[in-house]
T-cell receptor
């Protein structure tokens, strides 16, 4: 199957700093990527849909100024957590769908810890 | 809004036992249904999916699922589990109006040798 690579796998940062997470589709072009957040023992919750060349579409309750999404190319979307707080600590997962495939492929996730 | 319920949060089985994990969704229109598995430290991987046709779907690693439209259910089954099936299992639904998936809360399966 297609491969989605997410980097870094884990990151620890101080409160008030910003963290960037990258999501790459390695062997296909993805016009749309999805960013999810997963709290311990809970489901993956969709944060936003990243659209190549245009603004991301955020889910209700997700602060677009805090979670900046950039999808500058067909193989790369980035999520930047700005002015991080401890409550932003979570597991962030990206997903992309190969246009020729009905299946969505997932990155390995990024565990963010804000101290 | 669409929602997905997985009623079993943590299941412990012995090897060779049969498995059934429940999944119910709350959307009345046409849906695509998925089961994903996440082994420790690994990506989410697709086990199987249903789009249309035969409601009994066979996936990888001996898993199958049955779509029962009248019950809004898509339960995952495996006749005989192995220790290597220890993982987190997620049911997901996509309706025709959304591009993203809606996930259930996941079921942690622990298979004891």
């Amino acid at each position: 199957g297609a491969v989605v690579s997410q980097h870094p796998s884990w990151v620890i940062c101080k409160s008030g700093t910003s963290v960037k997470i990258e999501c790459r589709s390695l062997d296909f072009q993805a016009t749309t990527m999805f960013w999810y957040r997963q709290f311990p023992k809970q489901s993956l919750m969709l944060m936003a849909t990243s659209n190549e060349g245009s603004k991301a579409t955020y889910e209700q309750g997700v602060e677009k100024d805090k979670f900046l999404i950039n999808h500058a190319s067909l193989t790369l979307s980035t999520l930047t957590v700005t002015s991080a707080h401890p409550e932003d600590s979570s597991f962030y997962i990206c997903s992309a769908r190969d246009p020729g495939n009905t299946e969505a492929f997932f990155g390995q996730g990024t565990r963010l810890t804000v101290v | 809004a669409q929602s997905v319920s997985q009623h079993n949060h943590h299941v412990i089985l012995s090897e060779a036992a049969s498995l059934e994990l429940g999944c119910n969704y709350s959307y009345g229109g046409t849906v695509n249904l998925f089961w994903y598995v996440q082994y420790p430290g690994q990506h989410l991987q697709l086990l199987l999916k249903y789009f249309s046709g035969d409601p009994l779907v066979k996936g990888i690693k001996g898993f199958e699922a049955e779509f029962i439209k009248s019950k809004f259910s898509f339960n995952l089954r495996k006749p005989s589990v192995q220790w290597s099936d220890t993982a987190e299992y997620f049911c997901a639904v996509k309706d025709t109006g959304r591009r993203a998936l809606t996930f259930g809360s996941g079921t942690r399966l622990q298979v004891q040798p």
